[in-house]
């Protein structure tokens, strides 16, 4: 079994003013597919080099199927690393990569080389083992780095932003092989990415990191319909969720014209007078009611399916934009005046304006 | 040299004067045709006169060969590689570069290797001293160490004059190397890592393969400047294990009487070089820019 | 790549509940951090780390770091070490003459050795720039760089030989100065004693004047016959009765290869001295009054003269004159000069390289931007493109700075003997006194230490550089 649990895990770079990261306690799944996600600097590789062993904790602990590695070199934990940028050696052919974990550990060169075909052959490269990392695509490198990390049976992967910087097309990640690989093999991988689309469409669960901390765990569904903080609301989603802040009086939020009214359990957990109110761009609607909020259009963008239009609002003095997928009707100009509307069934998400944690239904 | 690259870019108007408009093409290459054979003429004067007999060389000038080709011969060689002196002072060049070089790249390699991934206490600041002792003159030490090197009773030995180019060699080589290993990318060496290679396994698998380019560019330039050098050996040298710079430099006082053994043993003596630079000439420059402040 | 090599040492970092440190974001993680409490799974073992660093630490504390501590305390002792001195040794240095002419030298050599090399090298590059074969070219400039001074040395030693007929430079020297000022027929040629007198400039008068219409012979003596122009034929006697306005004669060699003949007569066997050239000079006036060439058997015939009045004969100093021997380059005055263009022989290359890869890295469109906005070439030149090499200048020169003040090999092995106390430069003499008879540690290691200092600022340049180069991040 290799699970993973994280326990008040902690990193603080020398001469940094806050910790890397910051008392993690997290459970990964045996066979789970984990994606970190959250803004870069969050912590996410931190947390998996702290797995791997190489960065040192200054507290708390790691365990790996149950048991304590944190005194243990790298080498022996079980866990295999994918770098950013794949960290393939140019000087040696893919076969010399690949058998790297094997050779490093003095296995039979008979055993080694057929591991390595086998490997090969799973990951669909083994018509490339001759070639030098230069001289193939970005595919087969890909391929051959997730070979590597599975050549010597690992309990664990970790997947430090392998596709940052790739060029790979967002929306064509899902279909990576290294997501098809792990689903096929079921190693416990944890994925570190930047892209909430990443996360989306790969992981089993997503945790989001900021600052350090994780901020909420997760399914996708769970995390993108019920963010639990406003850091999480704004960093998943195309685009992040918009936030507008609003005061409470009388059990009721309001927000120009918008009005919410708080349940008996939020209100009484509420910590202060405001709160902030969450709408996702598609549960808005520019609509002819004269009855919402009213807003000038200051920017439009063409998705190619939609647009986004952003309009701007002014409550109590207080500019704050909102932007809206606006699918169908006339598109409005720029400069123009606009009255939004909330769709019909539409989730609206209510954060306290003071922690940033949701408030619960 | 194709570090320097600047040939003839397209479209690129070269930052030339007034000249420049007046001068057509032609005209440039002509220029440059005549301060390439003045740069030349030197050292094929040294050749031919290598290939003459000594009473040619001091009744005319060696251009006299280009209409008399007789007097070209090769005995002045013959006589100089039947010069017991002279072959063993060669020979004792090659004992002096080889051990020198090699020792100064890979000493050199393994403190590169610390100062660019192994994190220690004043690693920064020992850094700083390393550079700043790239431009000590040798000048400050010859005194002290001949001293050391009676003591030690190794003065006048083979080994005392490597040491004392290691030594020296050290502080470019280090920084050299040290720039080009830290621009090696970690990921390469943590994923040895990973798989339980120890320092010494990353330094021999990664660092050394990886870093072959700023290796060799440091090889080449440790051989000329051991190979060529004179004051080092001249004071720590003595007359058996003496180099050729030095068994060659006691003949300069009577110039004319031994230019039989001066011609074509300087050219011998640069001829090694010469060979080295043409081969590895990539190297030599690049190296030359990485370290351009040594001095 | 972001190696922080500007990152303070990691030691016993902070953990959590530490104070706050106020400088912002930290450095990049480190791959090694030494702060890991015991904790870390990837601490290096010390013996590891000293394993990497001790070799080269030792040797350099044994060979630089060391000796030169010592170098100075050896300097504050007398010859052999034994007795404290003080500043005796410097003071020495600085009123010593051989001292100070080096020193002069010292000073000539750092101000024109870098840039010179630096104006060659710029002057190169923006060559090459214009050729197509440009690697070839640098090639050939660069060459040298391989080259052991040793081996300069002979080589220049061959190019500043005295002889034109075996120093290229001064075979150069002379042909370029035979083609402006022609060379003499007969040099060393002068009238026998009780002929001719000289007149200064080389030149001879006769002794007694003749009138127009008379005939003049003029034996010349001091001078090979084999030394003749093939086409000199017998010489013959002018002819009995010239015309009243002319005077005839005839100049030969008044002497027989092999001896024999009378002196004074044209016997068979002395030979005409074609090509000489012969003047009439009114004996009243003094001024020239024609002049005439000898033919192949010597014969001469002045025209135009005054009937009646008299003239001395001259022949110019031109026909004596001693050949062009050339420019003594490894004189006194000029040894330090020769010896400087064979340093630029070998580092102009250097220069080059550096300034053509400075040139190839700027960027194209600030050029163009001048252009476009109507600078000319030199507008350009230098106010685009020197300005944004001066960084890579500045490299060469301080480079070079530190080179020439060290420079031993190329002084020690050009200058002759008889003129080495005029080529004199520090580290020579510091050779010279330590090692070279003199045997003076003392004077001797003062001499290193001064050197020493006078390098100093290059190392603080080095040094500043190099904390800039962190600051951009690694390399």
């Given amino acids: 079994m290799a699970d993973v649990r994280f326990l008040d895990a902690t990193r603080v770079f020398h001469g940094a003013w806050r910790p890397a990261v910051d008392g993690v306690s997290l459970d990964v799944r045996d066979g789970e597919l984990l994606v970190l996600t959250g803004p870069s600097g969050s912590g996410k590789t931190t947390l998996l080099r702290m797995l791997a062993g190489l960065e040192p904790m200054d507290r708390g602990s790691v365990l790996i199927g149950g048991k304590d590695v944190g005194r243990t070199a790298p080498d022996k934990r079980g866990v295999s690393m994918i770098f950013q940028g794949f960290a393939l050696f140019p000087h040696q052919s893919i076969r010399e990569n690949i058998a790297l974990p094997l050779t490093m550990r003095k296995n039979s060169a008979k055993s080694a080389a057929a591991r390595v075909q086998q490997v090969a052959e799973l990951c669909g490269i083994a018509d490339h083992l001759n070639s030098k990392p230069d001289s193939v695509g970005y595919d087969v490198r890909q391929r051959a780095t997730m070979a590597r990390a599975i050549v010597r049976r690992p309990g664990v992967v970790c997947l430090d932003e392998p596709l940052a910087g790739s060029g790979v097309p967002l929306m064509m990640r899902g279909r990576s092989p290294i997501a098809a690989l792990q689903r096929e093999l079921r190693i416990t991988t944890l994925y570190a990415t930047c892209s909430s689309i990443d996360a989306w469409s790969i992981a089993d669960r997503i945790a989001v990191l900021d600052s350090g901390r994780v901020q909420q765990l997760g399914t996708p569904a769970e995390v993108f319909d019920k963010p639990a903080t406003i850091a999480v609301a704004q960093f998943l989603g195309q685009p992040g969720m918009n936030l507008v802040t609003a005061a409470v009086a009388d059990g009721v939020a309001r927000m120009g014209g918008l009005a919410v009214a708080l349940t008996s359990t939020q209100a009484s957990t509420l910590t202060g007078h405001r709160v902030v109110i969450g709408i996702r761009a598609e549960d808005l609607a520019i609509g002819a009611e004269t009855d919402g909020i009213r807003a000038t259009t200051v920017l439009v963008r063409d998705t190619g399916r939609d647009y986004l239009v952003t309009a701007r609002m002014v409550v109590d003095g207080e500019e704050s934009d909102l932007v809206v997928r606006h699918a169908g009707g006339p598109v409005p100009a720029k400069g123009e005046s606009v009255v939004l509307g909330v769709r019909a069934g539409a989730a609206l998400h209510l954060f306290d304006a003071g922690n940033g944690v949701r408030l619960p239904d | ?295 | ?475």
């Fill in chain 2, 1 to 295: 040299m194709s570090v320097t690259r600047p040939v003839a870019v397209p479209g690129r108007v070269p930052a030339g004067t007034r000249v420049a408009k007046r001068l057509t093409g032609g005209a440039w290459y002509l220029v440059v045709l005549l301060v390439g054979v003045i740069w030349l003429i030197p050292t094929l004067g040294l050749f031919i006169s290598s290939l003459r007999k000594a009473s040619d060389i001091s009744d005319s000038g060696w251009w006299t060969v280009f209409t008399h080709p007789a007097q070209i011969t090769f005995k002045d060689y013959s006589n100089l590689f039947a010069n017991k002196g002279i072959i063993q002072s060669l020979w004792n060049t090659v004992l002096i570069t080889v051990p020198a070089t090699v020792l100064v790249v890979f000493l050199g390699a393994l403190a590169a290797y610390a100062f660019a991934w192994i994190d220690f206490r004043g690693r920064d600041w020992l850094f700083v001293v390393v550079v700043g002792l790239m431009v000590v003159p040798i000048q400050v030490a010859l005194l002290p160490v001949a001293a050391l090197y009676r003591n030690l009773h190794i003065f006048g030995t083979i080994l005392g004059v490597v040491m004392f180019h290691v030594g020296f060699g050290l502080p470019f080589a280090i920084y050299l190397l040290r720039n080009f290993f830290a621009a090696i990318p970690r990921e390469l060496l943590e994923a040895t890592r990973m798989e339980g290679g120890s320092e010494w396994t990353i330094f021999r698998k990664v660092i050394v393969p990886l870093g072959l380019p700023a290796i060799a560019s440091l090889a080449i330039f440790q051989f000329l400047w051991v190979w060529n050098d004179l004051l080092v050996a001249l004071v720590f040298s003595n007359a058996k294990t003496q180099p050729l710079t030095v068994a060659l430099q006691s003949n300069m006082r009577q110039f004319g009487s031994n230019i039989d053994i001066l011609a074509p043993g300087a050219f011998l003596s640069l001829s090694v070089p010469l060979v080295v630079f043409f081969a590895f000439q990539r190297y030599f420059v690049q190296g030359l820019m990485a370290g351009s402040v040594k001095g």
């Fill in chain 3, 1 to 475: 790549m972001d190696e922080p090599l500007s990152a303070a040492p990691a030691a016993g970092a902070a953990p959590a509940a530490g104070p706050p440190a106020p400088s912002g974001p930290g450095p990049a993680p480190h791959l090694f951090s030494s702060a890991d409490h015991g904790r870390s799974p990837l601490r290096i073992p010390v013996r590891v780390r000293a394993g990497f660093l001790i070799p080269a630490a030792v040797i350099l504390a044994a060979i630089i770091i060391w000796p030169a501590v010592d170098s100075v305390w050896l300097s504050l002792h007398n010859h052999d070490g034994s007795k404290w001195v003080g500043l005796h040794n410097y003071k020495t240095m600085f009123t010593d003459s051989a001292t100070l002419t080096a020193l002069k030298n010292n000073v000539i050599w750092v101000v024109c050795a870098p840039t010179i090399a630096c104006a060659l090298g710029l002057m190169f590059a923006l060559l090459a720039e214009k050729i197509r074969w440009s690697t070839a070219f640098k090639a050939v400039i660069f060459m040298p760089m391989a080259i052991s001074f040793l081996a300069a040395g002979v080589i220049f030693e061959l190019v500043y030989q005295q002889d034109p007929n075996q120093g290229v430079a001064n075979a150069v020297a002379v042909g370029v100065h035979d083609t402006f000022a022609k060379s003499s027929q007969y040099p060393g040629a002068r009238p026998r004693p009780n002929e001719g007198t000289e007149a200064g400039g080389g030149a001879f008068n006769t002794v007694h004047t003749y009138q127009a219409g008379s005939v003049v012979t003029v034996p010349l003596v001091g001078l090979q016959a084999a030394s003749l122009p093939g086409k000199a034929a017998q010489a013959a006697a002018p002819s009995a009765a010239p015309a009243p306005d002319q005077i005839e004669g005839t100049v030969w060699l008044d002497i027989i290869y092999g001896g024999g003949g009378k002196p004074g007569s044209i016997d068979p066997g002395k030979k005409g001295m074609p090509g000489i050239s012969v003047k009439a000079i009114d004996a009243a006036t003094g001024k020239s009054a024609g002049s005439a060439s000898a033919h192949n058997d010597g014969t001469f015939t002045i025209k135009g003269l005054k009937p009646g009045a008299s003239y001395r004969l001259e022949l110019p100093g031109s026909n004596f004159a001693q050949p062009y021997r050339g420019i003594q380059w490894l004189g006194p005055s000029l040894v330090t000069p020769a010896i400087i263009a064979s340093y630029l022989w070998i580092w102009a290359g250097f220069a080059m390289v550096l300034i053509a890869a400075g040139l190839a890295s700027i960027p194209r469109e600030l050029q163009e931007a001048a252009r476009v906005d109507g600078a000319n070439e030199r507008q350009i030149f230098w106010r685009v493109t020197v300005p944004l090499l001066a960084p890579v200048l500045l490299v060469v020169l301080v480079t070079q700075v530190i080179n020439v003040l060290k420079v031993f090999d190329l002084v020690y092995v050009i200058a002759p003997g008889s003129t080495l106390p005029n080529a004199n430069v520090l580290a020579v003499q510091m050779w010279n006194v330590s090692f070279g008879g003199g045997q003076d540690q003392g004077l001797g290691s003062a001499m290193g230490v001064f050197l020493y200092a006078l390098v100093l600022p290059a190392m603080y340049f080095n040094i500043r550089r190099l904390r800039r180069e962190k600051k951009e991040g690694g390399r």
